[in-house]
């Protein structure tokens, strides 16, 4: 009984002292999740912005919006979740030390608009070379090119008296906008890559000993360093390709008379397909499926698969298109010209459930509509003021505008959806916020100018009704209700 007991003891989790570097919406709410559910683990996040760090000690007023996480923060801050700015502390007390630094695309240089901008990832880990005096395991949390811990390894051996104490895994995130706290909680899967020595399944096994306090076992899945890193870019090319498949054939329906929301249905039924990612839309954003498409491109083209890395490329290309045709229908649709018409934009977030705007749709859309001289009036439940402006001062990513727009004059960033609507021509649908399907539209459509359009840029909105009322209805993959006689 005696030898049983002490067995169990034995192979009971270990008490971790777990670090993050880097409290944005991977590091944040990751740690909370762990917070939560290892109590005998203490976490801390470390961060370099104080602002940042103070907002993540208030659960009522978070750097970030996702459902559930402020009662996450709730029930562990203080306890056993933790937040500073003192980076190095936190690195030395650490067992285990997720790097969760952004890795954004480049803007300028060798690979710029492709190549991820690992500079906040090699300053962590040359602060970790330097500060850590015992033995850490190195989690590589943020979206990484494959082959980076590579990188990783030969900054620590450059410190001969610390380099044995570092094992270096990819732990990558899979997690969803919106869904955040939930994904966290029920993942489909955690992948853990580590190195296949002695030493690496060591470091795998630990990492999956936390995870396994929540998490099935048969759901943590282990491979090498090069499967795990590889595994994290080609998910997110997978999820983006099936989007901009079905934004193809919406434009294919369009032409056709087919309506793009039957077929997604009809093909979504095949157990092979699946119905996930098959609604149309006015595009992708966020701030994982183009930079990891990009960084698969570039991967491509340096290992010399032109092939593969054109083909990767038109996913890319479609979203483009997509958002540009988006426009160039709302301006036919109004008699081709928009200049001077206030149009009414609901949603600036890159999907509903978010306050996050990284490569949102709806910028592009901006943009293009202030190249055609319309006047906007943007409402979003939960993306900042302060945030929105600085979007619209830098402009799309991956088409930045040929000349300064003035923007304060053009623009007004209001709370109130009514007033976004009142005395407008247009309402563009641009973010699914639940709360559209919802207003009054008889009332919406009393107080803006006549004909009085609705472009429905996310096909969430009850079109035959909207017609009904009076309204023009456009929509994506489908032909247009409209009360204008087609042929003279």
Same mark, same amino acid.
């Given at each position: 009984n005696s030898s049983a007991k002490n067995q169990k003891m034995s192979s009971a989790p270990r008490a971790e002292k777990i670090c993050c570097l880097g409290a944005g919406y991977v590091g944040g709410p990751t740690m909370?999740?762990?917070?939560?559910?290892c109590p005998d683990c203490k976490v801390t996040v470390a961060d370099l912005f104080a602002?940042?760090?103070?907002?993540?000690?208030?659960?009522?007023?978070?750097?970030?919006?996702?459902?559930? +996480?402020?009662?996450? =923060?709730?029930?562990?801050?203080?306890?056993?979740?933790?937040?500073?700015?003192?980076? /190095?502390?936190?690195?030395?007390?650490?067992?285990i030390i997720f790097v969760a630094v952004g890795t954004p695309t480049k803007t300028v240089g060798i690979g710029s608009g492709h190549a991820a901008n690992l500079c906040f990832l090699e300053s962590a880990a040359r602060l970790i070379a330097? =500060?850590?005096t015992t033995p850490k395991i190195i989690v590589e949390k943020s979206t990484v090119p494959v082959r980076n811990a590579e990188t990783l390894m030969r900054i620590f051996t450059t410190n001969p008296d610390s380099a044995r104490l570092f094992q270096v895994v990819n732990n990558p995130e899979f997690l969803a906008e919106g869904t955040a706290v939930n994904d966290l909680l029920h993942p489909d899967r955690v +992948?853990?890559?580590?190195?296949?020595?002695?030493?690496?399944?060591?470091?795998?096994?630990?990492?999956?000993?936390?995870?396994?306090?929540? =998490?099935?076992?048969?759901r943590i899945i282990t491979t090498n360093l090069w499967s795990s890193e590889c595994s994290k870019l080609v998910a997110n090319a997978f999820l983006a390709q099936r989007i901009s498949s079905i934004n193809s054939i919406s434009e294919l329906c369009e032409a056709t008379g087919a309506d793009v929301d039957e077929v997604a249905r009809a093909i979504g039924m095949d157990s092979r397909i699946g119905a996930k990612f098959l609604k149309s839309s006015v595009g992708f954003g966020g701030s994982c499926f183009q930079k990891d498409i990009l960084n698969l491109v570039y991967l491509s083209q340096s290992l010399g698969l032109t092939e593969v890395a054109d083909y990767w490329e038109q996913v890319i290309t479609i979203n483009q298109h997509q958002k540009a045709r988006f426009t160039e229908r709302i301006v036919h649709s109004m008699?081709?010209?928009?200049?001077?018409?206030?149009?009414?934009?609901?949603? #600036?977030?890159?999907?509903?459930?978010?306050?996050?705007?990284?490569?949102?749709?709806?910028?592009?859309?901006?943009?293009? @509509?202030?190249? /055609?001289?319309?006047?906007?009036?943007?409402?979003?439940?939960?993306?900042?003021?302060? +945030? @929105?402006?600085?979007d619209l001062r830098h402009g799309p990513s991956l088409s930045p505008p040929a000349r300064p727009m003035p923007l304060e004059e053009r623009i007004s960033h209001v709370t109130d959806v009514y007033q976004a609507v009142e005395g407008a021509h247009a309402i563009v649908v641009c973010t699914e916020w639940d709360?559209?399907?919802?207003?009054?539209?008889?009332?919406?459509?009393?107080? @803006?100018?006549?004909?009085?359009?609705?472009?429905?840029?996310?096909?969430?909105?009850?079109?035959?009704?909207? #017609?009904?009322?009076?309204?023009?209805?456009?929509?994506?993959?489908?032909?247009?209700?409209?009360?204008?006689?087609?042929?003279?």
């Open positions: 909370c999740v762990i917070a939560k559910n602002d940042k760090i103070a907002q993540w000690q208030d659960p009522d007023h978070l750097p970030i919006f996702e459902p559930g +996480l402020s009662d996450l =923060v709730r029930a562990t801050l203080g306890k056993n979740l933790f937040f500073t700015t003192d980076l /190095e502390s936190a690195i030395r007390e650490a067992d330097r =500060v850590a +992948l853990i890559g580590g190195q296949t020595t002695p030493a690496g399944h060591e470091a795998v096994r630990r990492l999956a000993d936390v995870y396994a306090h929540w =998490v099935p076992r048969e008699f081709h010209t928009i200049t001077g018409k206030k149009i009414a934009v609901l949603g #600036f977030a890159f999907k509903k459930d978010t306050g996050d705007t990284r490569e949102t749709p709806a910028l592009d859309v901006v943009y293009k @509509m202030l190249d /055609e001289g319309a006047n906007l009036a943007i409402y979003d439940p939960k993306v900042p003021d302060e +945030l @929105m402006w600085e709360e559209f399907k919802t207003l009054d539209y008889e009332r919406i459509f009393g107080s @803006m100018v006549k004909p009085a359009f609705i472009f429905d840029g996310r096909n969430i909105l009850d079109h035959q009704r909207l #017609f009904q009322i009076g309204f023009e209805v456009h929509s994506l993959g489908r032909r247009p209700l409209t009360h204008f006689p087609q042929t003279l």
